[in-house]
């Protein structure tokens, strides 16, 4: 079936600081591949996307990029801000099947001043 | 208008009550979708209405009662609630109604129920 991998566990970091979550992915076919934001008391917001190999979905300073041959869809951003604390969602909309969005458990950062 | 509407944000409702969860779009999207999220929790998908059918039941129980007057609403229809129902609710669209997603969902900002 399809799923998607988060790392485990909260992430905790200082303003200005590197950032990286790593998201891999199992899938037939070739699904599109998501990052959604959740600020706290807020609905889910797509922050990036790609939709095929070696795509690289950017926005707000923050970047993915879409490798097959590692099934991984990392999400990186150069320097954090405080305002950037939030739980990221990694998610894939399969090729093969009906449109079940496959999400990830979520990773909750929070950054600190 | 890029946005999805869902109201209300916050909603009490006793275990006899029937309550309805209203949801609004007008970005002209083809499939519209419910899901609950618990707390520190992934959303999980409850029911999903593409051309305004409904196409995948996630095996929800009856006290949960799905409805799709137009492409614009979705309606959720809720009766004999439990606490263990008590979380956000969100709605979301998206622009096709089946097959691989290459936009991304619009969700909206939930409404938090709290039975008791």
């Known amino acids: 079936g399809n799923s998607v991998t988060q790392m485990e566990g909260p992430v905790t970091l200082s303003e200005e600081a590197f950032l990286t979550i790593n998201c891999t992915y199992t899938a037939t076919g070739y699904p599109s591949l998501f990052w959604y934001v959740q600020y706290p008391g807020e609905g889910l917001q797509l922050l990036l996307k790609a939709t095929k190999a070696d795509d690289k979905g950017s926005n707000k300073g923050f970047e993915a990029t879409y490798r097959k041959e590692t099934t991984s869809f990392h999400l990186e951003k150069g320097s954090v801000q405080v305002s950037d604390s939030a739980v990221y969602f990694c998610?894939?909309?399969?090729?093969?099947?009906?449109?079940?969005?496959?999400f990830g458990k979520g990773n909750q950062v929070v950054v600190i001043p | 208008d890029t946005e999805v509407t869902q109201t209300p944000k916050h909603l009490v409702m006793g275990m006899t009550n029937k309550k309805s969860l209203k949801c609004e779009q007008h970005m002209g999207h083809r499939a519209m979708y419910w899901y609950k999220q618990k707390a520190k929790k992934p959303p999980e998908l409850m029911f999903v209405y593409s051309y305004e059918k409904l196409s995948i039941n996630e095996s929800v129980p009856s006290r949960f009662s799905p409805e799709c007057p137009n492409s614009s609403l979705l309606n959720l229809h809720l009766h004999a609630l439990q606490p263990e129902d008590s979380a956000l609710y969100l709605c979301a669209s998206s622009q096709e109604g089946g097959g691989r997603d290459d936009y991304g969902y619009t969700f909206g900002s939930g409404t938090r129920l709290t039975v008791v």
């Open positions: 998610a894939l909309s399969p090729s093969i099947g009906n449109n079940r969005l496959a």
